[in-house]
C-alpha cells in the first residue's frame, strides 16, 4: 500500500536513487512544479563523476525541455555545439552526407546545469552517498523513482514485481574522448589483421570529442584487448584510428571494455517504486539514445504526476505512454547494434552504398528522408547503383534466369480461401488482374495445393486436376493480356500437419468441425494440442508426394506462369522436414540439417527437371521458428545455400508460423535482416517480406543492398494500385511503372479541395 501521507494526486515527499540526467532532472521538475514538496536524491558518486564525455540531444528533446523548464534550456544552449554533416569512412574513401543537425555538450556540463537548477529550486542532494534500502525509503516517502542505471540495485531487488530481461550482445566497446572536435559525426572502419574494428566519433565541445571503439568479441580477443592494461587499450585504439585521429592521442575517464546489455521490463512500476531511464530499458549508443530517453521519461513521469488523480494512475499512466515510444527506440537501437556486429558482410559493398547502407541502418532514417536532407548524397548513391536519373531504386529492372521483371515490387502470395473444389474462380480472376494492373514487376498467386488431402482449407486453390489448370491458364491469359509486362508467378504447397482447417476469417488454424481429411507431415506431431495428430509420412508416400509435386509443376507450365515458387516455410509440409522442432525422425530425412533438407531438395530437383529450363524458380523459407530449438538464421544460409546450388533462382526470405508458440519480435521491416544476411552469405539473391507497408522502405532496402525485391501483401490488400500511386507520388513515369491504357486519365493524384486561394499581399504594420 501507498504511505498515507500527503495527497496521492501530489506525492509531497518523494526519493530518487540515481544522480544520472533522467534522476536529477525528474527531481528539478518535480520541485519547479511543486515548491513545497520535498525531493530528495541520493548519488553514490561525486558531483563531477561521470564514465562519459559527450551527450547528444534531438531537437524533439530540446522542445520538450524548453517547454517544461526555460531556464535549464537556456543554460543547455549555451554550451551546445552543433553539426549537420556525418562523415563514413572506409577503404580510404570518405562520404559525407549533410542536413542532419546535431547538438551535443559534455556529460560533465550537462550534470552541472541540473546540479545547478535542483541547488536553486531546492532538491535535496546527496552525493557520496549510497541510497537507504529501497524498502525504507517507499515506506517513509510518498514515492520513489529509480533511476540508477543500467546495473540497477533496485530494479534486481524488486526483479519478481519488475521480471527483467538483461540480454548482453556480440560486440565489445569503450567510452573514450580526443581533445580536438571532429568536424562531423564520424564513422570510420578499420579492417585489421584481427577483424574488423570501428569509430564512432562526434564533437562535445570546440575542443573536445566523443570517441567510442567497438569491435565484436572474438576480435576484442584476437587483438589480445583482454589482456592489455588500460593504458595500452587506449594507446593502442589511438593507434589503430590514428588517420581520424590525426595521431592525436586518446584519454580514459576509468573507461573499461564492456558489453551492451539491452534491458526490457515486463512492468516498470511496484507499488510507489518507479523504474526510469536505463533502470527500466536500455537502447544501443550508436542510435544515441539513452539520455534522451531518460530525459523524456522524467517529463513524461513529472506530467502524469500533474495530470491524474493519484499516483497509481500516474504511474500506469506513465508506463502506458511511454512504453511503445521506447519500444520503437529499443527496436531501431536493436536494428543499428545488429548492422555493426554483423558490419564485415557489407564490406564489399560499393563505397556510396556501404555509406548509405550504414545511415539507414536502424530503418527510421530512409531513403526519402535523406533525399530531402542531402539530396546530392542520395543521387551519388542511386548513380552508383545504376538508378537511371529521375528513376527510384524501386522502379530500376531486376533479372531472374530468362525473366527480366520491370521493377522490385511483388504482390505476396496471400490465400484467398475463395475456390471452389480447388477450381480459381472470378475472384481469382479480379484479385490477381487487379494487382496486375496495379504495376506490380511480380504477381504471385496464393498457396497453391498439389494434391486435395494437401490444401490447408476446404476453400484452397490448387493444380491438382486439368480444370484447375485451365482455370489458372485463363487467369495467367488476363494478366500477360491486360497487363503486358508484369509476370505472375506460382507458389506451390503441400499443407502437411496444419491442413483440414476452417476458412482463416472463420477461426484460422482450428480444425473443421466436420468433413476432416486425415494429415500427413514428417512426423506424428499435431500443430495445436486440439489439431489433429498427421501420420508420420513414409519412404513410398514421400515419392508419392514428389510426383504430386511434379505434377502440379507441369501444370502450371502449360498454364504459362513466368515463375515457379517452391514452399517451404510457415509450418506447412516441406517446412515440417526443415524445423528440427518439426522434423523428428530417425530415419535418412532426419536428424541433421543436411538430413532435414534431403526430401526438400529431391522436391526441388524433381520440380526443376519439368519447369522449363527459362523460367526462373524460387523458394520461400521461414529464416527462423521464432522459438527455442528451431531454425537458427545460421541455418537459413545453409538452407538458402542448398537450394541455390540445386538451382534456386531466388530465396523468398520468410518467419515463423512453424510452430504454435513462436514468439515473434515484429517491428517495421522486422524480417529483412534475415533476407539482408542471406543475400550477402549465400551469394544468392533475395525477396524480402514482412511489415514492408511504404514505398520509401522499398526504396531504402533496395538502395541499401539488403534485397533485390520486395514483397508486399496488406499494402496490395489496401490499394491493388499500389506500384502505380508510388510511382505517381514520387513523379516517376517510365518503363518501371506503365498505366494501363484505360487508365492513364488516372495516373495523377485528384486534387481533394481548393487550393488558389489568394494570399495576402500585406501585412498591418505594427501600431
Known amino acids: 500500500m501507498f504511505p498515507t501521507r500527503g495527497t496521492a494526486a501530489h506525492p509531497p515527499h518523494i526519493a530518487i536513487i540515481g544522480g544520472g540526467p533522467g534522476g536529477l532532472y525528474a ?11 520535498q525531493v530528495t536524491l541520493w548519488e553514490r558518486n561525486a558531483p563531477e563523476d561521470t564514465f562519459g564525455f559527450g551527450v547528444v540531444l534531438s531537437d524533439e528533446t530540446l522542445g520538450g525541455i524548453e517547454h517544461a523548464d526555460p531556464q535549464v534550456y537556456t543554460a543547455l544552449q549555451e554550451h551546445f555545439t552543433r553539426w549537420d554533416d556525418i562523415d563514413i569512412v572506409h ?41 537507504p534500502d529501497p524498502a525504507g525509503l517507499m515506506a517513509t516517502h510518498d514515492l520513489v523513482i529509480a533511476a540508477d542505471g543500467v546495473h540497477s540495485t533496485t530494479r534486481e531487488k524488486y526483479a519478481d514485481a519488475f521480471r527483467p530481461t538483461v540480454e548482453p550482445h556480440r560486440c565489445r566497446y569503450i567510452w573514450l574522448a580526443a581533445d580536438f572536435a571532429f568536424d562531423a559525426f564520424r564513422f570510420e572502419i578499420a579492417e585489421t589483421e584481427h577483424g574488423v574494428m570501428q569509430l564512432h566519433g562526434y564533437p562535445y565541445s570546440d575542443d573536445a570529442s566523443t570517441v567510442i571503439v567497438e569491435m565484436r568479441e572474438e576480435v576484442w580477443h584476437a587483438a589480445g584487448f583482454d589482456e592489455m592494461d588500460p593504458a595500452e587499450s587506449v594507446e593502442r585504439c589511438a593507434k589503430i584510428f590514428g588517420d581520424a585521429l590525426g595521431g592525436r592521442p586518446l584519454r580514459s575517464n576509468n573507461s573499461a571494455w564492456t558489453r551492451f546489455r539491452t534491458v526490457v521490463c515486463e512492468r516498470w512500476s511496484h507499488d510507489n517504486l518507479v523504474l526510469l531511464g536505463d533502470a527500466a530499458h536500455t537502447a544501443h549508443f550508436s542510435i544515441g539514445s539513452g539520455t534522451k530517453l531518460a530525459v523524456e521519461d522524467a517529463l513524461a513521469l513529472v506530467a502524469c504526476l500533474e495530470e491524474q488523480p493519484d499516483t497509481a494512475g500516474a504511474l500506469a499512466a506513465y508506463e502506458e505512454e511511454r512504453r511503445p515510444v521506447v519500444a520503437s527506440t529499443q527496436r531501431a537501437a536493436r536494428a543499428s547494434l545488429e548492422w555493426f556486429e554483423d558490419l564485415a558482410r557489407h564490406l564489399g559493398q560499393p563505397p556510396r552504398q556501404f555509406a548509405f547502407n550504414l545511415l539507414t541502418r536502424s530503418r527510421r532514417v530512409t531513403h526519402d528522408n535523406l533525399r530531402l536532407r542531402d539530396a546530392h548524397f542520395t543521387e551519388s548513391v542511386e548513380r552508383e547503383f545504376g538508378c537511371p536519373p529521375g528513376t527510384p531504386p524501386m522502379f530500376t529492372p531486376f533479372r531472374l534466369r530468362g525473366l527480366t521483371l520491370r521493377n522490385r515490387v511483388v504482390v505476396s502470395p496471400m490465400d484467398l480461401y475463395s475456390a471452389q473444389d480447388g477450381v480459381p474462380g472470378d475472384f481469382h480472376l479480379v484479385h490477381l488482374g487487379a494487382r496486375a494492373l496495379g504495376g506490380a514487376g511480380l504477381v504471385m498467386t496464393e498457396m497453391v495445393c498439389v494434391s486435395e488431402e494437401g490444401r490447408i482449407t476446404p476453400g484452397c486453390a490448387g493444380l491438382y486436376t486439368g480444370r484447375q489448370g485451365e482455370a489458372w491458364k485463363r487467369i495467367v491469359g488476363f494478366v500477360h493480356g491486360q497487363s503486358p509486362g508484369t509476370a505472375i508467378g506460382v507458389q506451390l504447397g503441400h499443407s502437411g500437419r496444419k491442413g483440414s ?27 495445436k494440442p486440439d489439431s489433429q495428430t498427421p501420420r508420420a509420412l513414409s519412404r513410398a508416400q514421400l515419392t508419392d508426394i514428389r510426383e504430386q509435386f511434379t505434377a502440379a509443376a507441369s501444370r502450371a507450365a502449360r498454364a504459362g506462369f513466368d515463375l515457379l515458387e517452391l514452399h517451404c516455410a510457415h509450418g506447412y ?7 528440427p522442432l518439426t522434423n523428428r525422425r530417425t530415419d535418412a530425412y532426419g536428424g541433421s540439417l543436411p538430413r532435414r533438407l534431403r526430401f526438400p531438395l529431391e522436391v526441388f530437383d524433381a520440380v526443376r527437371a519439368v519447369w522449363p529450363q527459362e523460367r526462373p524458380m524460387t523458394v520461400r523459407i521461414s529464416a527462423t521458428d521464432w522459438a527455442e530449438g528451431g531454425t537458427t538464421a545460421e541455418d537459413a544460409v545453409e538452407i538458402a545455400r542448398a537450394f541455390a546450388a540445386h538451382g534456386a533462382d531466388a530465396i523468398d526470405v520468410s518467419t515463423g508460423q512453424v510452430v504454435a508458440e513462436e514468439r515473434p519480435e515484429f517491428g517495421r521491416s522486422y524480417q529483412t535482416p534475415f533476407a539482408d544476411r542471406i543475400r550477402h552469405e549465400a551469394r544468392v539473391p533475395v525477396i524480402a517480406v514482412g511489415a514492408i507497408s511504404s514505398w520509401d522502405d522499398v526504396n531504402s532496402l533496395i538502395l541499401a543492398g539488403r534485397t533485390d525485391l520486395c514483397a508486399l501483401a496488406r499494402p496490395h490488400l489496401y490499394d491493388p494500385h499500389w506500384t502505380l500511386h508510388a510511382a505517381a507520388e514520387q513523379g516517376y513515369s517510365g518503363p518501371g511503372a506503365v498505366w494501363p491504357a484505360p487508365y492513364r486519365a488516372g495516373s495523377r493524384r485528384p486534387n481533394t479541395g481548393r487550393t488558389d486561394t489568394p494570399k495576402p499581399r500585406l501585412g498591418l504594420a505594427p501600431s
Not at 482447417?501 to 500443430?527: F, Q
Not at 509440409?573 to 524445423?579: H, K, Q
Request: with cysteine; hydrophobic share 40%; glycine share 10%.
Open 27 to 37: 527531481a528539478a521538475l518535480l520541485k519547479r512544479r511543486n515548491p513545497t514538496r
Open 91 to 131: 577503404r580510404a574513401a570518405r562520404q559525407t552526407s549533410g542536413g542532419h543537425g546535431f547538438a551535443a555538450l559534455g556529460r560533465k556540463r550537462l550534470l552541472q546545469i541540473l546540479h545547478t537548477r535542483c541547488e536553486d529550486l531546492g532538491v535535496t542532494l546527496n552525493f557520496r552517498t549510497p541510497a
Open 501 to 527: 482447417t476452417k476458412l482463416m476469417w472463420e477461426g484460422m488454424d482450428e480444425p473443421l468441425p466436420d468433413g476432416n481429411w486425415p494429415l500427413v507431415a514428417a512426423s506424428a506431431l499435431p500443430y
Open 573 to 579: 509440409l516441406l517446412s515440417g522436414f526443415l524445423s
